[in-house]
């Protein structure tokens, strides 16, 4: 025991030499490489670079208004000059956009505040034109690129902690969605923001807005499956939200709700020639939406309800007042309640700028005092529940921002916080077969890209005397 103390001193004694006459590491004499330093250094020079790169590159926007035109489109996007020149020229002989509709789009993408490239959307079109300056002054290529070359799929699966917001950050942005992979400057964190709100909106507000009230009943445990479409942009590589195809939430305490797609033609209403849309279903076929909203104004205070004799606050002598006016600040967005035509989009006197949209089953919809309009639309365009149609205001005979909004059923007026309203139609006999047909490809294509088999909801027993609960 003695001699083993006795080593064990001596031991220390020259580790504690060694330390105390060693001579310090120089770059003359070499020594023991810090890969813990040089990996510092390293992410360090990492970030700096990303920073720089980032900051490299400008996106603007514009969209066609009523009476625009391809020029007024390069100017807002600040081509001008030869470039002007040569992209109207591009446009219209080579590339055959020879005229521009409401709805379509052009976007001029700057690296160091120099064209490198504008791409032009054509609202009903499966892809978008293309002209490549590379900073140049003149143009070196042109063509289209076709909607399967930058729409990609992508399958995401969240467990909620605290929010579906937070699931969404933490878990659904993708790696790419900028072009340095990561979240540097300002205008990344504005894109990463706008990925996560586009992704919550078309979950909580417009899939799931009718099933799931996504502030009592989220709780932790909860999993959220989802199949999502974005833009990838071949070129600059941006990465930006498009859209929800397939959806399930699947509660902890028990239950599921699940939004399947189907792809059909808009009802009877839509304009002959309207393209496909994207609606979904339950199970079984059952939309599910209803078919109205409950209020155009989401978080909008009810100033004054539907009633039959009511003091008007600007004229100071009683009258009906067929609507409901919900108060909001100005500029609040406005929803269309229901799927419809819009039938009357003018200044109407006493309810201001008003915007009337026709509705099947014989109801109308009228929505006053609308301090603006929203873009891309005009009388005859078809819009889709949920869609902006117009902006919180307080024109006509008003004494503060809100919308009158109103609802008449075959001609006459009814009160739009009492009427029974009807479910959106069901899938029926020909589009049924279609949707049970697509349903099992699409859920074992979802599990091959989610990497695990996605959980399915049980059949629900149509046998009201079965109480079991396997």
């Given at each position: 025991?003695?001699?083993?103390?006795?080593?064990?001193?001596?031991?220390?004694?020259?580790?504690?030499?060694?330390?105390?006459?060693?001579?310090?590491?120089?770059?003359?004499?070499?020594?023991?490489?810090?890969?813990?330093?040089?990996?510092?250094?390293?992410?360090?020079?990492?970030?700096?670079?990303?920073?720089?790169?980032?900051?490299?590159?400008?996106?603007?926007?514009?969209?066609?208004?009523?009476?625009?035109?391809?020029?007024?489109?390069?100017?807002?996007?600040?081509?001008?000059?030869?470039?002007?020149?040569?992209?109207?020229?591009?446009?219209?002989?080579?590339?055959?956009?020879?005229?521009?509709?409401?709805?379509?789009?052009?976007?001029?993408?700057?690296?160091?505040?120099?064209?490198?490239?504008v791409r032009a959307r054509p609202r009903n079109g499966r892809g978008y034109y293309c002209i490549e300056f590379e900073g140049t002054a003149e143009?070196?290529?042109?063509?289209?690129?076709?909607?399967?070359?930058?729409?990609?799929?992508?399958?995401?699966?969240?467990?909620?902690?605290?929010?579906?917001?937070?699931?969404?950050?933490?878990?659904?942005?993708?790696?790419?969605?900028?072009?340095?992979?990561?979240?540097?400057?300002?205008?990344?964190?504005?894109?990463?923001?706008?990925?996560?709100?586009?992704?919550?909106?078309?979950?909580?507000?417009?899939?799931?807005?009718?099933?799931?009230?996504?502030?009592?009943?989220?709780?932790?445990?909860?999993?959220?499956?989802?199949?999502?479409?974005?833009?990838?942009?071949?070129?600059?590589?941006?990465?930006?939200?498009?859209?929800?195809?397939?959806?399930?939430?699947?509660?902890?305490?028990?239950?599921?709700?699940?939004?399947?797609?189907?792809?059909?033609?808009?009802?009877?209403?839509?304009?002959?020639?309207?393209?496909?849309?994207?609606?979904?279903?339950?199970?079984?076929?059952?939309?599910?939406?209803?078919?109205?909203?409950?209020?155009?104004?989401?978080?909008?205070?009810?100033?004054?309800?539907?009633?039959?004799?009511?003091?008007?606050?600007?004229?100071?002598?009683?009258?009906?007042?067929?609507?409901?006016?919900?108060?909001?600040?100005?500029?609040?967005?406005?929803?269309?309640?229901?799927?419809?035509?819009?039938?009357?989009?003018?200044?109407?006197?006493?309810?201001?700028?008003?915007?009337?949209?026709?509705?099947?089953?014989?109801?109308?919809?009228?929505?006053?005092?609308?301090?603006?309009?929203?873009?891309?639309?005009?009388?005859?365009?078809?819009?889709?529940?949920?869609?902006?149609?117009?902006?919180?205001?307080?024109?006509?005979?008003?004494?503060?921002?809100?919308?009158?909004?109103?609802?008449?059923?075959?001609?006459?007026?009814?009160?739009?916080?009492?009427?029974?309203?009807?479910?959106?139609?069901?899938?029926?006999?020909?589009?049924?077969?279609?949707?049970?047909?697509?349903?099992?490809?699409?859920?074992?294509?979802?599990?091959?890209?989610?990497?695990?088999?996605?959980?399915?909801?049980?059949?629900?027993?149509?046998?009201?005397?079965?109480?079991?609960?396997?």
């Amino acid at each position: 025991m003695r001699s083993r103390l006795l080593l064990i001193s001596i031991f220390l004694l020259a580790m504690g030499a060694t330390f105390l006459f060693r001579k310090p590491h120089s770059s003359e004499t070499g020594g023991v490489w810090s890969i813990t330093d040089h990996l510092y250094k390293l992410e360090c020079l990492t970030d700096s670079l990303n920073l720089i790169l980032a900051d490299t590159i400008d996106v603007r926007t514009a969209c066609v208004e009523p009476g625009g035109t391809l020029g007024a489109l390069l100017y807002s996007t600040g081509i001008e000059g030869n470039r002007y020149l040569s992209c109207c020229d591009i446009f219209i002989d080579s590339l055959g956009w020879t005229s521009v509709h409401l709805g379509d789009t052009l976007e001029a993408l700057y690296e160091r505040d120099v064209l490198a490239e504008v791409r032009a959307r054509p609202r009903n079109g499966r892809g978008y034109y293309c002209i490549e300056f590379e900073g140049t002054a003149e143009p070196v290529d042109w063509y289209w690129v076709p909607e399967e070359q930058y729409r990609r799929l992508r399958a995401v699966t969240l467990v909620v902690n605290s929010s579906v917001w937070e699931s969404i950050a933490n878990g659904a942005v993708p790696e790419d969605l900028t072009p340095s992979g990561q979240i540097v400057t300002r205008r990344d964190s504005v894109r990463q923001v706008a990925y996560i709100k586009g992704f919550e909106n078309e979950l909580a507000n417009r899939l799931f807005i009718y099933d799931i009230d996504f502030y009592y009943d989220v709780q932790p445990g909860d999993s959220v499956w989802v199949l999502l479409e974005e833009n990838r942009y071949p070129g600059s590589s941006e990465t930006t939200f498009r859209r929800i195809i397939a959806a399930k939430y699947d509660f902890a305490l028990g239950g599921m709700t699940e939004a399947i797609p189907f792809f059909h033609q808009p009802d009877s209403l839509a304009p002959d020639g309207s393209a496909i849309i994207l609606d979904h279903y339950h199970r079984d076929g059952a939309s599910l939406r209803t078919m109205f909203l409950k209020m155009p104004v989401p978080f909008g205070r009810v100033s004054s309800p539907y009633s039959d004799s009511r003091m008007h606050p600007v004229l100071g002598y009683t009258r009906a007042h067929r609507g409901i006016d919900y108060a909001a600040p100005m500029g609040t967005e406005i929803y269309v309640v229901g799927d419809g035509v819009i039938t009357v989009r003018a200044f109407t006197g006493g309810y201001g700028n008003m915007v009337r949209v026709r509705h099947a089953n014989g109801y109308e919809t009228g929505y006053g005092h609308m301090n603006g309009y929203a873009a891309h639309q005009e009388i005859g365009s078809y819009v889709r529940q949920g869609d902006v149609i117009g902006y919180v205001g307080s024109t006509g005979l008003s004494t503060g921002p809100h919308v009158h909004f109103e609802m008449k059923k075959n001609g006459s007026y009814v009160n739009p916080a009492s009427e029974i309203l009807p479910p959106a139609n069901p899938l029926l006999a020909n589009d049924l077969d279609y949707f049970m047909l697509q349903l099992p490809v699409l859920e074992s294509t979802w599990s091959l890209m989610a990497g695990m088999d996605i959980p399915v909801s049980p059949p629900q027993s149509t046998d009201p005397n079965d109480t079991s609960t396997e």
